[in-house]
């Protein structure tokens, strides 16, 4: 019996109703890109991680996130990603903008304010979308916290609709793959720190990258699942891991 030819193309391009000519210059020109792609996240990622990454800030406010009255996290998570985001466009920014990037980010500039932070991050792709979505919603809910002056009316926040939205997904599972038997579905302030706590991690990842793998035609997701280890995201994603661990820990004590 002769061996089975192993055919040189991939099976869609095996597939079509082509020449042997035609499906061999598709094939070229799939192995050359995917080649030069892979090459170009290397030197990317390589780039990246040759700046310097500070976690300090983030494992403040993970701590704080721990800590503070969870009716008060809205407005403390606010200000903390208001800031990254503040970062985040300094260095978007072209150099050179007539009047400055000081005009741009001002308190009379097109981006003075978290909330136009968040749609001109969201209109030109430097943020992933459901980061800037869940932040716009933790907006909402700190500008109640922020307009009510008895604290005692704040009782129930954890049922206005934008927390509600923030905290839909059910996170239990990840509480329970640490060692916490506490609900997620039932324990909305617990919800609502665990969220904030991959959320804020992710924000301060993705900041630091996101938007320049962009210009140069990456695909962030890609660079995250087949590319080498960006350092800026592994370290924010270990600090979210750690205190998962510690918030799952401080349910059961």
């Known amino acids: 019996m002769e061996p089975a030819v192993t055919s040189y193309f991939d099976k869609d391009i095996e597939n079509l109703e082509l020449s042997e000519f035609e499906k061999n210059g598709l094939q070229v020109y799939r192995n050359y890109t995917k080649s030069l792609t892979e090459q170009r996240q290397k ?3 390589a ?6 990454f500070d976690p300090a800030p983030l494992e403040k406010m993970l701590q704080k996130i ?3 009255d969870a009716r008060f996290l809205p407005v403390i998570a606010s200000a903390f990603a208001d800031d990254e985001l503040k970062d985040l466009f300094a260095g978007a920014i072209r150099p050179g903008i007539p009047g400055g990037k000081t005009a741009m980010l001002g308190p009379y500039g097109p981006l003075s304010t978290f909330f136009n932070r968040i749609q001109l991050g969201y209109a030109f792709d430097l943020i992933s979308a ?3 979505e869940d932040l716009d919603l933790l907006r909402s809910a700190r500008n109640r916290i922020a307009h009510e002056w008895d604290i005692r009316a704040l009782c129930d926040f954890c049922d206005t609709k ?3 939205k923030i905290i839909e997904f059910d996170m239990t599972p990840l509480l329970s793959a640490f060692g916490s038997s506490v609900s997620a579905k039932t324990n909305p302030a617990v919800a609502l720190r665990l969220r904030l706590i991959w959320l804020l991690s992710r924000l301060v990842g993705e900041c630091r990258y996101y938007f320049q793998a962009k210009r140069l035609g990456l695909d962030p997701q890609q660079l995250l699942l087949k590319g080498p280890s960006i350092n800026c995201q592994t370290m924010s994603t270990k600090l979210a891991v750690d205190y998962t661990i510690k918030l799952a820990s401080q349910t059961e004590s």
């Open 43 to 45: 030197e990317f990622v």
């Open 47 to 52: 780039y990246i991680n040759a700046k310097s």
């Open 66 to 68: 721990l800590q503070e």
């Open 130 to 132: 459901d980061i800037l």
């Open 162 to 164: 934008h927390i509600q």
